[in-house]
């Protein structure tokens, strides 16, 4: 709570000092994001240092966002969405270049997330949270600082592991557990990712998403596969939880905004971009999600407990040993047939 008093005295001293409002009654912007992922109070600066109108709305998965945005024709000017669902979109003539030189803020993002695989060339996306994704567990239950994925198979702990609800994590999980890329397209090493799941069904206490946290808080199971910040979050909550990135290595994960094709207020998307990469605005917006901001004048500005905490800030050896989702066209079908197979079987 001091810390976020301390954040917001900063955004009211720079609104203060060097912020203008534009009552720009006549502008209007139309935001698409994940549902709980932005800090609300920052709408609410925006909308008072510019006089836009802005419309928010949300959405739980990216597949859910892409096939509205494909579909239906909706009219969002930007969207927050996961990397290689970027890819995809790239590819698909969904989304605009990024004129740069309206966003004098992207000289705060720092360089290492720049040019990434996904967007190689720079021209589609500004970061906006990143992440790994790894083993949360008990330490009272388990106390190692080095774990394998294998340990989600051990029945000595059956019904005690919470696996993600989607199939790019789980199956992401099995291929890298067997030792196999997170990106594979060979289905022979698909079908051994399924029958490890299958055989693994029988001991996982539940499929989850958001509610993982709750439950690994509250003591309820003693292993979860989890996203760095959510581990972090939880260990806040419940000092005897910890987090790795596995021995196999794991999946490194990057959410971006970019700015959709169609959109009708590019300059009003514009102006918001540079307003999420002000640092202290990202400050703000960090402290609320919990995730890992790619903002290098954020990240001085953190408590030292949490920029120096490995589940923020991995080590360089843990970044070499995870790899980015990258988009599987029509592939996807086969990964969702599987995770149909599983839970069935």
Not at 41 to 51: A, C, N, R, S, V
Not at 326 to 332: A, I, N, T, V, Y
Request: charged share 30%; net charge neutral.
């Amino acid at each position: 709570m001091k810390i976020r008093f301390l954040i917001l005295i900063l955004v009211l001293v720079f609104f203060v000092s060097g912020c203008k409002k534009n009552n720009k009654d006549n502008s209007a912007l139309n935001i698409y994001n994940y549902g709980d992922y932005i800090d609300p109070e920052i709408l609410d600066i925006f909308k008072k240092e510019t006089g836009m109108k802005v419309s928010y709305d949300t959405f739980a998965v990216s597949e859910d966002a892409y096939t509205k945005i494909k579909n239906s024709g909706v009219d969002y000017d930007l969207l927050i969405i996961s990397d290689y669902m970027i890819e995809r979109m790239i590819k698909e003539n969904l989304i605009s270049e990024i004129d740069f030189s309206k966003i004098n803020n992207y000289k705060f993002i720092d360089e290492r997330f720049k040019n990434l695989e996904f967007d190689p060339e720079n021209k589609y996306s500004v970061p906006y949270t990143w992440g790994t994704v790894g083993i949360m567990f008990n330490k009272k239950f388990i106390n190692k600082k080095n774990l394998s994925w294998n340990i989600l198979w051990d029945e000595k702990y059956k019904n005690q592991i919470f696996m993600y609800d989607n199939p790019r994590d789980t199956i992401g999980v099995a291929l890298k557990k067997l030792g196999y890329s997170i990106n594979t397209r060979d289905k022979k090493k698909l079908d051994q990712a399924k029958d490890i799941l299958v055989k693994q069904k029988k001991i996982v206490q539940a499929y989850l998403s958001d509610a993982i946290k709750d439950k690994m808080i509250n003591n309820e199971g003693i292993l979860a596969v989890a996203y760095s910040g959510d581990a972090l979050f939880c260990q806040n909550q419940n000092k005897d939880l910890d987090y790795v990135i596995p021995d196999e290595g794991s999946n490194l994960w990057f959410d971006s905004i970019v700015v959709l094709k169609n959109a009708r207020n590019k300059n009003s998307a514009y102006e918001f971009i540079n307003f999420l990469c002000r640092p202290d605005i990202a400050l703000l917006n960090t402290d609320y999600i919990g995730h890992s901001t790619p903002n290098k004048a954020t990240l001085e500005k953190l408590p030292d407990e949490i920029k120096n905490n490995k589940i923020y800030w991995p080590s360089d050896e843990e970044f070499k040993r995870c790899e980015i989702f990258h988009d599987l066209g029509d592939f996807s079908k086969l990964y969702n047939l599987i995770w149909t197979e599983i839970l069935a079987g």
